[in-house]
C-alpha cells in the first residue's frame, strides 16, 4: 500500500483567496438572476487518517473536498441548493437550482437575511490554523506506538479494536448579498486507542483519545494508549448494583450530555415547535443555583471558537444560565424572528460552552456523595425533549463510604432532566476541554438506580 500523502503539500491558506473569490462569483450570479438576498457557504477539507490494529497498518485513507451551500431569496420565498464541484458551468446550474426552487415555495416571514449590522467588523485571528506536516508512514509509527503502550500496560488486555491518528485542515467561507464576505481556515488533529482486557468473567472494551488544533498540545502516544488500558482493565469484573434511589455522579464525558440535552430544550427549534421541556423558561430558575453556563466563542486554539454562525452573525461572549436562571436561549437569525426575539449568534450550534458552579476535587465529590454510581458510560436514546423524562442505560463504578468500590454494567438510571439539573449539588475540577461544551464531573443528588 502506497504511503505517500497526496495531500501533504496542501496548504489551505493559499488556497483561500481563490474560495472567497468563488463565493463573490456566485453571489453576483444570484444578483444577476434577480434574487433580493442571497447567501453562500463554502468549505474546503483536506485530511489523513490512519489505522493500525494489533501491530499492522489497517487502513490509509486520504480525503479532500470541496462543497458549496447557495440560498437565494425572491422576497420571502426562498430556494436552497447545494454542490461539490465548483466548475463555473455546475455552479451557474446550482445558483439557478436554488431560484427555481425559490419561485415556487411558500412565503415565510421570518425567511431573510440577518441585519446587515451584526455581522462582524473585522474578524480577530483566533489561532485555530496548525497544519501537522506528517505523512501516512509518520502516523501509523505514532498509532502503533500508542497501541503498544495499552497492549503492554497490563497482561489482561488480550486485543486491541485498533488505534488511529488523524490529520484535518478546514477552509471555511461565508458570503451574502449584504456584502459581507467572512473566511477562517482550523486544523484539527487526534489520536485515539480502543483496547479489550478479559479475566475468567469475560472481557471489557475502553478507549481513550486526545484531540488538539494544534498537534504539539495532544497528549503522547504512551499516555493515551496507557489510559486506553487502564480504563479497560478497570471495567474487568463487573456487579450488579442495588435498586433504589442514590445520588449519581457523571464523569466529565457523560455529564456533558446532560448540558447538551439542557442546550437543545433552550434552542429556538424546539421552542417554536413546541418540542421542550423548558417552554417559556426565560428568566426562569431551571439549575442549581451557584451553576452558570457561559458561551466563549472567542478562545485561541479551542475546538469551538468561531468568529461568526452559520447566519453571519458576529459571535460574543454570553450567558445561557446565570445563577441557575435562564439568561438567553440558543437562537439563529430564523428561530429568534419565529419567536420575535433577536438572535443569539447561534446558528449551526454553540461556541465553547463551559459549566461553572461550586467545585470540588473527584476524592471530595466521592466522599461527599458516600454511596451511589459513579456513571463513565451511557446507552440509549431514552430522553424525551419534549417532557424530559431520562431513563439511560449506563456502566461505571459502585461508590461505598466515599471510594470507588467495584465496576458496574447494565445498570438503568432514570430521573426527569428539570428535577436533575435542580439537583446539581457539585462540580468536579476535572474539566474535560476536548469539545464544544465543556463540562467537569457533575454530581446529582438523587436519581433511580436499578440493574437490569
Known sequence: MAKENPNSSIDLSERAPLLKKLVADILEEAVKLGASAAEVSASEDVGLSVTVRKGELETVEFNQDRGFGITLYFGQRKGSASTSDSSPEVIARTVQAAA????????????????????????VDLDLYHPWNTDAQAAEALALACEAAGLNHDSRIKNSDGAQVSVQQSSRVYGNSHGFIGHYL????????????????????????????????????????????????ARLSPRKVPTGHFPVLFCPQMSSGLVSHFLGAISGGSLYRNASFLMDSLGSSVMSDHLSLEEEPHLPKQIGSAGFDSDGVATRDKAFVTGGIVASYVLSNYSARRLGLETTGNAGGVFNVTLKGNEKPFAELLKTMGGGLYVTELMGQGVNGVTGDYSRGATGFWVENGELAYPVEGVTIASNLKDMLLDIQYLGDDFDLRGNIRTPSVLVGEMTVASN
Open 100 to 123: 427555481n426552487i425559490a419561485r415556487y415555495t411558500q412565503e415565510d416571514a421570518c425567511n431573510g437575511l440577518a441585519k446587515p449590522e451584526l455581522m462582524p467588523e473585522a474578524l
Open 186 to 233: 482550523s486544523t484539527r488533529h487526534g489520536m485515539s486507542c480502543v483496547l479489550i482486557a478479559e479475566d475468567d468473567n469475560g472481557m471489557q472494551r475502553d478507549h481513550w483519545y486526545t484531540t488538539a488544533r494544534d498537534p504539539s498540545l495532544l497528549e503522547t502516544p504512551e499516555a493515551v494508549g496507557k489510559e486506553a488500558g487502564r480504563r479497560s482493565v
